[in-house]
């Protein structure tokens, strides 16, 4: 998919001081997140410039003064916007060149839109010939409008629009205008319907006059891209969360096939959860400094905005040694990735994967939390003849339990390098050689290891050295002894792999 970049700068605008990243849009849905107040709405109304200039026009003198600035630049072209000392508000240097064909729609319905509704309540209350310019809404968009927002068919019948749009140039509207007919015989303009019905109408007709019909974009505007754009500013305040869903189920069927990009500034946990960590952009505003973080993982994104609910992912473990392994690989994807995992060390491994097969049945853990479990390598073709737990997620360690890989090592191998270190590292009283001969000498049958490793736990704690001491520090035996690469990528593609949930992403 062609990749589009829009490097945005914005310089003491609102309670932002400072903020700039380059944006890198393919095809598909992002999402702005953040806490209230953190400056969501004002990097949205900067980039949403492009294809509604008014979103930067009206910023108010009490939101930008002599030193505000923005400046977006995209395919060597740069624009840029400074404060005009006598009519107080922002203004470009010269004619903006980043220019989209696109749609803006703010939690706020502003601009030209207020103009249109006291225009329209005008004509449909004074001019007798008005109605007659209406015709049906497309079918497609009373379709998509009805499935949206009431999930069947045939809530709107009787939604109309005037003709063309220079009909509606003819009556100075600058949008095109939408009227529902009621049981009276009346009728109401979009506007005067509810917020989510007005937006959701202006986005389908967008939708249905460019998206869907490209032959017909004859580009009143001298856009820099054939790229559509839909910003939309805080979406939760128009719509009920089941209707975002299938907003963004919709949204998703146009960019399998059209150059859509759609990018939401939101608090909802159901639409963040919908879209995949790298087209989250979760915004921290340090005293007025921005930082934006991507990619970014649903439970991280969230915790902010809601109280803890979970993690984004909890791998299931045998033991503490195990835990500490794991947590050990992931620790940098965790951190590069802003994803909350946790691990969780539970037992046997017939006991791991009973507790794991519980927890989905049950979801004890969360809708869309992702669950896997990683098991000793020593039981890897026991599990997998274990017919109960072939669905589950799971991955295997490289190595047998940890009791049974030091029994190899130091009593079936007699490794010599790996005495060596053990040895020093450990036993400074007596000699490991003397303590594993004393080991041999009255203990014959071990076939799981966990008798030499208590044999070795009695000898440690001589030299004040317990079990939760001795574990964390042999795991960094372990990395320098054997190669976890192979499970560490296991693991960071399973939990990837897993996010990338939409019909739109298992297709891309």
């Given amino acids: 998919m062609e990749k589009l970049n829009i490097d945005l700068r914005i310089k003491d605008v609102k309670n932002i001081k400072e903020f700039e990243h380059d944006f890198c849009f393919e095809r598909g849905i992002y999402a702005l997140v953040g806490e209230n107040a953190v400056g969501k709405s004002t990097v949205m109304s900067a980039i949403a410039s492009t294809v509604y200039s008014q979103t930067v026009f009206k910023l108010g003198n ?9 400046e977006l630049t995209c395919k060597g072209v740069k624009d840029i916007w400074t404060y ?10 010269r004619r ?7 749609i803006y729609e703010g939690s706020i319905f502003s601009g030209t839109r207020f103009d249109d509704m006291r225009k329209v309540d005008k004509l449909i209350q004074e001019e007798p010939g008005f109605t007659n310019e209406f015709v049906n809404a497309s079918e497609d968009l009373k379709q998509a409008l009805s499935m949206i927002l009431h999930d069947e068919e045939g809530h709107y019948t009787e939604l109309y629009k005037l003709k063309t749009m220079d009909v509606a140039k003819m009556y100075d509207l600058n949008n095109m205008p939408y009227f529902l007919k009621l049981g009276d015989g009346q009728y109401i303009s979009k506007f005067k319907m509810s917020s989510g019905e007005c937006m959701l109408i202006s986005l389908l007709n967008f939708i249905n006059s460019y998206a869907l019909q490209p032959k017909k974009m004859k580009k009143k505007k001298n856009t820099i891209d054939d790229k559509l754009f839909v910003f939309i500013d805080e979406v939760e305040l128009a719509l009920h969360p089941s209707s975002i869903m299938r907003l963004v189920d919709y949204l998703e069927s146009m960019i399998k096939t059209k150059n859509l990009t759609v990018l939401f500034s939101t608090h909802s946990g159901e639409l963040i959860r919908k879209i995949k960590p790298d087209n989250i952009f979760y915004i921290e505003n340090n005293e007025g400094h921005l930082k934006l973080i991507t990619p970014c993982y649903p439970s991280y994104a969230i915790r902010s905005l809601y109280d803890h609910d979970g993690y984004d992912s909890t791998i299931l473990v045998e033991d503490k040694m195990t835990e500490i392994i794991v947590r050990r690989l992931v620790e940098k994807f965790r951190i590069d990735n802003n994803l909350l995992i946790n691990v969780l060390p539970i037992g046997a491994w017939n006991n791991t ?20 479990s990683v098991i000793d390598g020593d039981v890897k073709e026991q599990v997998k003849k274990n017919e109960r737990y072939q669905y589950l997620k799971k991955l295997f360690l490289p190595i047998k339990s940890v009791e049974k890989y030091l029994y190899q090592k130091l009593i079936v191998e007699k490794d010599r390098n790996f005495i060596k270190i053990i040895g020093n590292k450990y036993f400074v009283l007596q000699s490991l050689e003397s303590i594993l001969k004393e080991f041999c000498a009255n203990e014959k049958d071990d076939c799981t290891g966990k008798k030499l490793f208590d044999f070795l736990l009695i000898n440690l704690d001589k030299v004040g050295i317990d079990e939760p001491a001795f574990v964390k520090s042999l795991c960094d035996d372990l990395f320098e002894y054997e190669n976890f690469d192979k499970l560490k990528g296991n693991i960071e593609k399973f939990i990837q792999d897993n996010y990338f949930i939409s019909s739109y992403y298992k297709q891309a």
Avoid: W, Y
């Fill in 353 to 372: 994967l009973a507790f794991q097969e519980r927890a989905m049945k049950q979801n004890a853990f969360g809708r869309d939390k992702f669950l896997f």
């Fill in 84 to 93: 005009d000392d006598l009519a107080k508000s922002m203004k470009p240097e």
């Fill in 62 to 70: 009490t939101e930008v003064d002599k030193s505000s600035a923005i």
């Fill in 96 to 102: 903006t060149r980043i220019i989209f064909n696109g």
